[in-house]
């Protein structure tokens, strides 16, 4: 294992990959900044041909022997990861606000917690998954749901740790073995992943971790045929060159991708619960897949709805997201700014109206205010594009009808959010066309619930069984319970 590290505010962590149980360094790397202050925090080895191809052969040595383990004893060693991300708690925390921006609280209070539980959980639940048994007439139906092999992880920039935990808890508990590929703007929480599964003993090759950038990286390790498994969380356009790859070899893919989703207040909503539910929505500066993105609101309550949530953004402390006060920090990179940017001053020019926000925030190159556009129109780019920034819009309705033919009308269908008294905005979300949505509340989350988009917002669901579906090959194994003589004219 090479020695050299890149030392990030204070936490030491190798900017190498993982494969087979040590670290590698690349000849070739490419330069890593915080979106905080922009300031250099270390070189990241790029994935070439020859690394895909190491971790690859790594995930498939180590396959058999982890696939007959079994699930209690993976939990032994589960346990024991998920007690180690534990142990590195505070770097983990540190790590990602400074090379994602998220907010350290968040981190905290979250996401390490929550990506404990992510391996925990499903190794936990994966005990549970016994054989099930269809009896008939003519046989006992043993349905097994054996482990499928090498699973491809490829994440995304805005929330790294959570989003690979997510993935890698439930593909380890059922039997495969996991190469990462982090998102090169946001590497290290995936590469301090790695000395956690180290330290926990976790047998070399079944977790491994390949840096580097997705055009070439990435569509290298997606294009390996010796892939069972991709699950990918991203963009739509990079979920469409991932399903053309997957395609050549037909290896099932598991898609979780964006979202425009909607933020519905109804007339007889509580209008301040809704307002402050609102001002959420500028949580991670926007760039949450999850965010009701389009705010839709009764006619006859919009003025006094708006006058409230902007009484909510007009307090919003924007900062510093290693400070504990701050709730909203920077966007990602220049790049991501400058998107997010041109978005707006588009739907300015396209006839948009700016209620709060609309520009660069003076506390850093890489904040953008939270925005509030309105006076847009349903097929306008605003409304039917994914910006991932803090950029909401708000339009008005008459009725439940009108509503519903602006929430449906995109082409995403991820998530959604619905204020209203609370059987009508039941009534309402049930007709919303969306994988998930929530009624007066946002972001209720179980590892047990099914978790996914429909439409462009993505293909499969993640969570409790629906992650193990997923990750399984799924088998009938027959027994015939009268002795079996063969014949041709048998149905
Ligand atoms: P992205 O699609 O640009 O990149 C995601 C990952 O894919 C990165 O690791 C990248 O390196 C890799 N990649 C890029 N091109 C690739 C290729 N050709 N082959 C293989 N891998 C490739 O997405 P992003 O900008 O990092 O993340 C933001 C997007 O993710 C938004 O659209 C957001 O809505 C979505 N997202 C969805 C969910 C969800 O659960 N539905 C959660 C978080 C983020």
Known sequence: ???????????????????????????????????????????????????????????????????????????????????????????????????AGVLLSRMKHGVVPRAMLNISWFADHALGLQDKVIETEQASHLVRHDPAGVVAIITPWNSPLMLATW????????????????????????????????????????????????????????????????????????????????????????????????????????????????????????????????????????????????????????????????????????????????????????????????SWHPYGPQYFEPTMLTDVRQDSEIVQNEVFGPVLTLQTFRNDEEALELANGTDYGLGGVCYGEVGHATALAERVRTGFIWVNSFGIRDLAAPFGGIKRSGIGREGGEWSFEFFCDVKDVVVPKKPFRASFSQR
């Open 1 to 99: 294992m090479t020695s050299h590290l890149i030392n990030v505010a204070g936490i030491d962590v190798s900017p190498h990959h993982y494969i087979g149980g040590s670290r590698v360094a690349s000849p070739e790397s490419f330069e890593l900044h915080s979106p905080i202050d922009q300031r250099l925090l270390g070189r990241i080895s790029e994935g070439l041909p020859e690394h895909v191809d190491a971790a690859v052969s790594a995930a498939a040595k180590a396959f058999p022997a982890w696939a007959a383990l079994g699930p209690a004893q993976r939990k032994i060693f589960l346990d024991r990861f998920a007690a180690e991300i534990g142990k590195r708690s505070e770097a983990f925390c540190l790590l990602e606000s400074n090379d």
């Open 167 to 358: 993935k890698v808890g439930p593909a380890l508990a059922a039997g495969n073995t996991v190469v990462v590929k982090p998102p090169e703007w946001a590497p290290l929480t995936s590469s301090l992943l790695a000395d956690a599964a180290d330290a926990a003993g976790l047998p070399p090759g079944v977790f491994n971790v390949v840096q580097g950038r997705g055009a070439t990286t990435g569509a290298g390790l997606v294009s390996d045929k010796r892939l069972a498994r991709i699950s990918f969380t991203g963009s739509v356009p990079t979920a469409k060159w991932i399903a053309q790859a997957a395609g050549q070899n037909l290896v099932p893919c598991s898609l979780e991708l964006g979202g425009k989703s909607p933020f519905i207040v109804l007339e007889d909503a509580d209008l301040d619960n809704a307002a402050a539910t609102g001002a959420l929505m500028y949580r991670n500066a926007g760039q949450v897949c999850l965010a009701g993105t389009r705010f839709l609101v009764h006619e006859r309550v919009a003025d006094a709805f708006v006058e409230r949530m902007r009484g909510y953004v007009e307090n919003l402390n924007v900062g510093d997201p290693r400070e504990e006060a701050t709730e909203v920090g920077p966007i990602i990179h220049p790049r991501q700014f400058t998107r997010v940017k041109d978005f707006v001053l588009r739907a300015i020019a396209d006839g948009a109206r700016v209620l709060w926000g609309g």
